[in-house]
């Protein structure tokens, strides 16, 4: 059975940083893509970038384009999330999801960590 885990969330002010880091395990990168959600309270749940398993190609949706960047090695089976120029309208919950290549849905997911920008 397939497991995530994130960790990397905190407190910072806006224009910070910070790295998330999403742990696989049960599963290995390779046969599966990789993707980033937030969830704010009150709203729906964004995707917010992904990475393809076989080539390595990145998405971002567009409020985080120039400021996310997501990474994967594949050696220690994590995925990162550096999150640049941070603003309060970043605050939310992150969960990484794995989709296993040719399937309709993510199949695991983390439990989420909390990301909060405060000014």
């Known amino acids: 059975q397939g497991q995530l885990v994130e960790s990397g969330g905190g407190l910072v002010q806006p224009g910070g940083s910070l790295r998330l880091s999403c742990a696989a395990s049960?599963?290995?990168?390779?046969?599966?893509?990789l993707g980033w959600f937030r969830q704010a309270p009150g709203k729906e749940r964004e995707g917010v970038s992904c990475?393809?398993?076989?080539?390595?190609?990145?998405y971002y949706g567009d409020s985080v384009k120039g400021r996310f960047t997501i990474s994967a090695d594949k050696a220690k089976n994590t995925v990162y999330l550096q999150m640049n120029s941070l603003t309060p309208e970043d605050t939310a919950v992150y969960y990484c999801a794995a989709q296993g290549v040719g399937s309709p849905n993510y199949n695991y997911w983390g439990q989420g960590t909390q990301v909060t920008v405060y000014p």
């Open positions: 990475i393809r398993s076989g080539d390595g190609t990145t």
């Open positions: 049960g599963f290995t990168l390779d046969e599966y893509n």
